[in-house]
């Protein structure tokens, strides 16, 4: 592993390191209640659908309920392996941030390689403006923030849109960045808006179990929760790319 790539690496782990860690506390504070009470609404609202179930079928069999409410994906597998809530969870819950932070941090390092810019804690800031932008921002115009029991449209097709808003955000602003040329800085507005014009996938009927003020609290802080991660990690491979440079 030659100097360069070995450099990339170093500053990457321990920026995504930080960040990673930062956004768990965040998360922890902020996102995590918010999600724990919208899971009360959604097992009252499964238990309201299995009793509805029940009386319009004439169903008085419990197996005959139970099998009713996990065919409408309402309960969920209880043999299935989870995190233990406390200690385990929030390690868990740590470890993948870390490893989603390690990602985009060597996306950013081997974005800026390619243009051969070098990265301060400042410009770093900008990079991670940037990457709040593409990756959450762009995005959650269409697909929003979402509590547990919210309905959605199909998965794969909200899958395919998400990548596809990245991907267009992401021409649209280096063109507008990194390119004199008026008529690709147009190009690049036009990437950036055309994800929007053709719309994110909706559900026929949008129907949320929580309560507005909760959905609300939740978007808030899940906005809030990602700019911290991002300009973190911008700023902190910045600093840490700035002091392996000096060294």
Not at 181 to 206: T, Y
Not at 229 to 239: E, N, T, V
């Amino acid at each position: 592993m030659n100097t360069s790539i070995k450099n990339l690496f170093t500053v990457a782990a321990l920026s995504s390191l930080f960040a990673g860690v930062l956004l768990t506390l965040f998360q922890q504070f902020q996102v995590v209640p918010a999600i724990v009470e919208a899971e009360t609404y959604e097992v009252t609202g499964s238990g309201l659908a299995a009793d509805h179930a029940m009386v319009e079928h004439g169903e008085a069999d419990h197996h005959e309920i139970d099998s009713h409410a996990t065919d409408s994906g309402h309960l969920h597998d209880e043999t299935a392996w989870a995190p233990e809530d406390g200690l385990q969870r929030h390690l868990f819950t740590a470890a993948a941030n870390v490893v989603i932070a390690l990602g985009f941090a060597l996306l950013m390092g081997a974005a800026a390689a390619m243009g051969g810019i070098k990265i301060n804690w400042r410009t770093g800031l900008l990079w991670g403006l940037a990457g709040y932008v593409i990756f959450f921002v762009a995005p959650s115009l269409g697909l929003h923030p979402e509590l547990p029991g919210t309905e959605a449209a199909d998965l794969q097709l909200r899958q395919y849109w998400w990548l596809a808003t990245i991907a267009c955000t992401a021409a649209g602003l280096a063109l507008l960045v990194f390119n004199s040329r008026s008529a690709l800085k147009v190009a690049g507005v036009l990437f950036i808006i055309a994800p929007h014009v053709i719309g994110a996938p909706q559900p026929d009927v949008h129907n949320a179990l929580a309560p507005a003020e909760l959905i609300q609290t939740f978007i808030i802080a899940t906005v809030i929760s990602n700019a911290v991660f991002w300009l973190a990690l911008g700023g902190l491979y910045g600093f840490f790319n700035q002091k392996l440079a000096q060294q």
